[in-house]
């Protein structure tokens, strides 16, 4: 007899919101299968508010219960066992963000938790990267946000550091970072890294994600820093309307993928990495892990 259940996973970010809906399959001694089902992203961008005004407005505080609204009829007719909500960098900043959370409840019956970056990072491993990396290599986890961006260290397979920094596609955008948080990320890459004979980038976020898909590279096998250089170099060659039309990006990333391409060639520089691996995972695939183990208890 194999066993499916379904789960529900929604990452509300400073960029996009986005539910993922996942399957387990499971079969008395043999490993779970983990297969995506649908997702749906809705760009409401937060952060944009937040960032500037320290508060989401009352137009996007809206566009944000519709949303949920939404979230809860498709759980529903998909037949979700379980599910959560988790609201990182641009929530954890409004000052309005817990009374969002109460008018969200209220009105789709869907609990929204606010994290931190540290419980970011530990959702975003439950991911098993274990089962995407190598032994033999060492990696530097990067996921890229609209809020923060969260690094993490694997030695022999095992994670020996994270940190989430206030570095993020939005806050890049509007001029909100300073040059101390630049060098703060420098230096904690390199502290981290130096002592590594070889390390590579593991890359997530849906930038990279699309930068992936475009460059045509097969899947398993990572693009270059050269690659990462010379795509970055095109998107700045072009106006953000260029970039919509010449390179078909949607028009919330034609804007966002530039900071992202700087914040992974950064990362890339500072740990000396040549290569990047983008196996798609993020925060919502380690979501639909974690509520599968917590059944499993």
């Known amino acids: 007899m194999i066993d499916i259940r379904k789960y529900g996973a929604?990452?509300?970010?400073?960029?996009?919101?986005?539910?993922?809906?996942?399957?387990?399959t499971s079969k008395e001694g043999e490993?779970?299968?983990?297969?995506?089902?649908s997702l749906v992203r809705v760009p409401i961008r937060l952060g944009a508010d937040v960032f500037l005004e320290n508060k989401v407005s009352e137009k996007n505080a809206?566009?944000?219960?519709?949303?949920?609204?939404?979230?809860?009829?498709l759980m529903k007719t998909h037949g979700v066992k379980s599910y959560r909500a988790?609201?990182?960098?641009?929530?954890?900043?409004?000052?309005?963000?817990i009374s969002?959370?109460?008018?969200?409840?209220?009105?789709?019956?869907?609990?929204?938790e606010i994290i931190d970056g540290n419980d970011e990072a530990s959702i975003i491993a439950m991911t098993d990267l274990h089962e995407l990396t190598s032994r033999d290599q060492d990696y530097l986890y990067v996921d890229v946000g609209?809020?923060?961006?969260?690094?993490?260290?694997y030695h022999e397979g095992a994670k020996v550091a994270s940190k989430s920094f206030q570095l993020g596609t939005v806050r890049l955008l509007n001029n909100l970072v300073p040059d101390s948080r630049w060098e703060e990320v420098k230096s904690w890459i390199q502290k981290h890294t130096s002592d590594f004979d070889s390390i590579a980038l593991i890359g997530s976020g849906g930038n990279i994600n699309n930068i992936f898909k475009t460059s045509g590279t097969s899947s398993g096998k990572p693009l270059t820093y050269m690659y990462l250089v010379e795509y970055y170099k095109k998107l700045r060659s072009l106006t953000y309307e260029e970039r919509i039309w010449q390179l078909n990006l949607n028009f919330d990333r034609a804007?966002?993928?530039?900071?992202?391409?700087?914040?992974f060639l950064f990362a890339m520089k500072w740990s000396q990495a040549q290569n990047i691996y983008v196996p798609k995972i993020g925060l919502a695939d380690g979501i639909i892990k974690s509520l599968y183990r917590l059944d499993k208890l």
């Open 255 to 263: 804007d966002v993928i530039v900071p992202a391409a700087e914040i």
């Open 86 to 97: 988790c609201a990182t960098s641009a929530m954890r900043n409004a000052e309005n963000g």
């Open 146 to 153: 609209g809020g923060s961006t969260e690094f993490t260290v």
């Open 100 to 112: 969002i959370v109460k008018k969200v409840a209220e009105e789709s019956g869907i609990d929204i």
């Open 62 to 73: 809206k566009r944000l219960v519709d949303t949920m609204k939404s979230y809860a009829l």
């Open 10 to 24: 929604i990452d509300i970010g400073s960029n996009a919101v986005r539910l993922l809906i996942g399957s387990v």
């Open 31 to 37: 490993k779970p299968r983990f297969k995506k089902t």
